[in-house]
């Protein structure tokens, strides 16, 4: 009880200084929290959408890995979805047991647009669906305005998207399909009973959504059926099974197809949420510093109070426990408060999710009891490990240390152990990666790759004591000394106790460490992008779609109408089996193109001449395939296309499978034509496009002009596509940053708390030298400028040791055809300067905390 008394005082008496590193449990605990709620909300969603439109059992037809329909998209190469023949329903209906099959038709392969020509669905993320109103909808959807369509010029609409573009009945609209274009006019709007995960929804009636989005075909793409109730839903299905072949369509209960799509969508939710958890690990990592030395510095000015109480008898288990009690209590608090804030950032989360396009309700808000719980330990557990070090030294302060004056004299030189140790882990961890930059497989590279970043990081943490000096001091001489004695005493402040500089510099070492390697690898990307494109694309133009969407043949069309051009190469993309010699087959995905690509496209072969591997019957592999196999230019390999066409393929070539766009496997398209049926062809997925010679900008005019009617299309120069892979490669980045943002803002706490304490350890030193002279401006000046120390120490370790893993993994890159090492040196040093603002903004507090301080009252502080 005495213990627990005397840590409660002591936790109340400096709460003010427990409060940033309580703040970083807060912000840990609450990434934490928050990924959770926001994930099962998510789920929640998506479980409560297939539950509701589910009926007793489900029909479709079999996927293409044969294994069950899971989300099927309504996509596939030829922009006609999956479909099973009208007549299977009549098949259904007579089995006993059913009371009614309803068949539907669902596509993604549709634009729709507004009457001024804007592309009304979603650009990211949830897709734009199409299909043909029936009673199923009315599971998830009520009608609110108008009448669902009752031929082929109208269309319902779903609420949001009518909310979102302003859309009302008789409102004319244009849905773009594989079939060609249809004018509809919206007759109705139904809005959704549950939550819209964010698709546009237009339903059209049965024989036009057959039309356009089927290619005219009497079919469906699913069937539901209900049970009259006679027969449990295992016993229908096996009916069902039986009176149309099981083994011909994908046949499942309710529960059975529930259990499938969520799993599905439990896949591509858990990425995300091992991806956010993995940011607020690196944010709980950081935090660890921030506590360890916010302890640390408490036990050092209690030195001769924690020296009084072992004089009056309390253990060294008494003293360790106080310690690790305030710890406790800490991490509580923040936990508890961690949680709430959590819960907040779920519903941030949503809220910007639904900005982008995928509405989520707080009404499918999904708090687990396990998250509270998750959230409490994980932030106790590890505000107790942090303090564990802080509490054995406490433990160690022996009752002669009441006779000394508060705090402990600074480490000069951090512990030789220590260093040692810190010094084999760097240069173990060097070695590591040298081992993987000369991995001859990116995969072999990678085990080697996290060690040497682990092993390094844990060095650098280990031996940064060891490296304040030398760093502190040239930073200090090129930096700090221009200021005169002030700029001194900053650098000497800095130098006064390594292991706390080290360890508060090490926190923000991790977050800039994690930014500079990211930035190399991207910076790299896009360089390397970049030189491919100018080395490889022979074309003036590449016309593609800019939101997930199909190359309807009028598009083909328009693009060939445009005077100037000299060639229009489409390039689509098949699938086929290929036949292995030694038995078995292997599905690969190749590129069906005219010749007309060998002069777009400038590839370096291994081995024969790309025009043998376009001319009909024949093809290219990859060096890796033509080694496993045994296989050559001139040897021939038996392939099945789709429809189930076989045919047998002599190799023309062999092209490097390296390359960051461009596939190694290609056949002609007369080859494709040949043994595939019309409605077997997959569509463009892009055109490259070449000019006469002296005709690029009217060609580009015309091509602009060409694609007006068609909003999701987009028209890109050589250079304007350079651009579009920076920018969604920098736009990859900066999410990351934001991810790593929180990491930094709890380093940038921990400097904050590290003046913050030492200003009040320094107590008395600060009153002296304001006694005899240092005026207040000048005081703050150097707790300034020791922060900006402190600040850069960290960035430059962090910088050198990010530039080091991100070319490490550069290295590795090149084997999947990044070959050019681009060093940032803008961000770089852009990072580098922001280390010092940020060493300004975290000093402002406690420069300002010590400027207010009372000469006197400071000079009398035991």
């Given at each position: ?17 427990m409060?940033?590193?309580?703040m ?10 928050g ?13 409560k ?26 996509a ?23 009371e009614?099959?309803t ?21 990211t ?23 669902p ?38 007759s109705?709007i139904?809005?959704f ?29 699913t069937?539901?059926?209900?049970s ?21 369509y ?18 591509v ?5 091992y ?81 982008i396009g ?11 009891a ?7 330990v ?8 942090a ?22 004299p ?14 084999v882990?760097t ?22 790759l ?5 092993l ?27 200021f ?91 699938e ?10 292997t ?15 400038r ?8 025009a ?12 890796e ?14 392939v ?16 490097p499978?390296?390359s960051?766009?461009?596939?190694a ?7 494709l ?9 997959p ?6 496009v ?6 690029q ?8 002009a ?5 909003p ?16 969604q490669?920098g ?16 380093a ?5 708390n ?10 008395r ?10 005026s ?19 960035a ?11 070319a490490?993994?550069q ?6 055809g ?18 010092a ?12 905390r ?13």
């Open positions: 009880m005495t213990v627990l008394k005397t840590s409660l005082r002591n936790f109340f008496a400096h709460k003010g200084r409060a940033l590193s309580g970083a449990v807060v912000l840990s605990v609450a990434f934490v929290c990924t959770l709620v926001f994930t099962a909300t998510m789920n929640t969603t998506f479980d959408l297939f539950a509701s439109s589910a009926s007793d059992v489900m029909i479709a037809p079999p996927s293409e890995d044969g294994e069950g329909s899971g989300i099927d998209d309504g596939t190469d030829t922009g006609v979805p999956r479909t099973l023949p009208a007549g299977v329903a009549d098949e259904v209906a007579a089995v006993d047991g059913v009614r099959v068949g539907t038709v669902s596509s993604t392969s549709v634009v729709a647009v507004n009457d001024e020509n804007e592309n009304i669905g979603p650009t993320g949830p897709p734009t669906i199409a299909g043909n109103w029936t009673d199923v909808e009315l599971r998830t959807m009520e009608i609110t305005e108008g009448a369509p009752s031929g082929a010029g109208e269309v319902m609409i779903d609420g949001d998207t009518a909310d979102k573009h302003d859309l009302a009945i008789g409102d004319p609209l244009r849905l773009i399909t594989v079939a060609g274009d249809l004018a509809v006019t919206v109705g139904a809005d009973t549950i939550t819209n995960p964010g698709a546009a929804v237009f339903y059209l009636d049965l024989a036009t959504a057959q039309q356009y989005l089927l290619g005219g075909q009497d079919a469906y793409t069937l539901y059926v209900d009259t109730g006679a027969v449990g839903d295992e016993a229908l299905r096996d009916a069902v099974a039986a009176a149309i072949g099981g083994d011909t994908t046949i499942q209960t309710a529960d059975e197809f529930i259990e499938e799509n969520q799993d599905s969508i439990g896949e939710l858990s990425v995300l949420q991806v956010l958890l993995g940011f607020a690990g690196i944010a709980l990592l950081v935090g660890i510093f921030l506590i360890v030395n916010t302890f640390s510095m408490l036990v050092a000015q209690r030195t001769r109070e924690i020296g009084l109480m072992r004089a009056l008898g309390s253990s060294r288990r008494q003293v360790n426990r106080s310690v690790l009690m305030e710890a406790l209590l800490l991490g509580v608090v923040g936990s508890v408060i961690g949680f709430g804030a959590g819960v907040g950032l779920a519903v941030g989360l949503m809220a910007l999710m639904s900005a995928m509405n989520l309700s707080t009404g499918d808000l999904t708090v687990d396990s998250v509270p719980v998750i959230g409490v994980l932030g106790v557990v590890v505000t107790l490990l303090a564990w070090i802080p509490a054995r030294r406490a433990a160690r302060i022996s009752p002669m240390a009441a006779l000394r004056e508060a705090g402990t600074g480490d000069v030189r951090a512990g030789r152990v220590r260093a040692a140790i810190g010094a882990l240069v173990a961890g060097l070695g590591a990666l040298v081992v993987a930059a000369r991995a001859d497989e990116s995969s072999a590279g990678a085990a080697p996290a060690l040497g970043v682990l390094s990081l844990v060095g650098l943490i280990l031996a940064g004591p060891a490296l304040v000096g030398s760093v502190v001091r040239g930073i200090a001489a090129v930096l700090l000394r221009v005169g004695p002030v700029g001194r005493l900053a650098e000497r402040n800095a130098l006064r106790n390594p292991r706390r500089t080290g360890a508060t510099a090490s926190a923000l070492m991790i977050g800039l460490a994690l930014v500079a390697a990211l930035s190399v690898v991207g910076s790299s990307l896009v360089a390397s992008a970049t030189e491919e494109i100018d080395q490889a694309l022979g074309a003036d133009f590449i016309v593609q779609p800019s939101v997930p969407a199909p190359v309807t043949a009028g598009i083909g069309d328009a693009v060939a109408d445009v005077e100037g051009i000299e060639r229009v190469t489409p390039f689509r993309e098949a086929i089996a290929v036949d292995l010699p030694a038995g078995g087959q599905d690969v995905r190749l590129g069906a193109v005219p010749p007309t690509w060998a002069d777009d496209v590839l370096d072969v291994v081995d024969g001449d790309l043998d591997a376009l001319a009909p019957g024949g093809v290219s592999i990859d060096p395939f033509a080694a496993d196999e045994g296989l050559g230019v001139g040897d021939s390999i038996d099945t296309f789709a429809g189930d066409a076989t045919a047998t393929l002599t190799i023309g070539a062999i092209v499978s390296d960051a766009f461009l596939g496997w290609y056949i002609g398209l007369d080859t034509e040949e043994h595939v049926r019309a409605q077997d062809m569509l463009p997925v892009f055109f490259f070449t000019a006469e010679d002296g005709r900008d009217a060609v580009g005019a015309g091509l602009d060409a694609m007006e009617p068609y999701q299309m987009e028209v890109m120069d050589q250079a304007e596509f350079k651009d579009m892979v920076q920018d490669v736009m990859l980045l900066n999410m990351v940053y934001g991810l790593l943002a929180l990491a930094i803002i709890v940038v706490l921990g400097v904050v590290t003046l913050a304490l030492s200003v009040v350890e320094r107590t030193e600060i009153g002296l030298m304001r006694a005899i002279g240092l207040r401006r000048q005081l703050r000046r150097m707790i300034r400028l020791e922060s900006v120390a402190i600040a850069l120490f960290g430059l370790v962090g910088l050198a040791l990010g530039m080091a893993w991100g490490t993994a290295r590795l890159l090149v084997l999947e990044m070959d050019v090492l681009s060093i940032p040196w803008g961000t770089i040093l852009g990072v580098f300067a922001g280390s603002v940020v060493g300004l903004l975290a000093a402002l507090f406690p420069a300002f010590a400027g207010r301080m009372n000469v006197l009252n400071a000079i009398a502080t035991d």
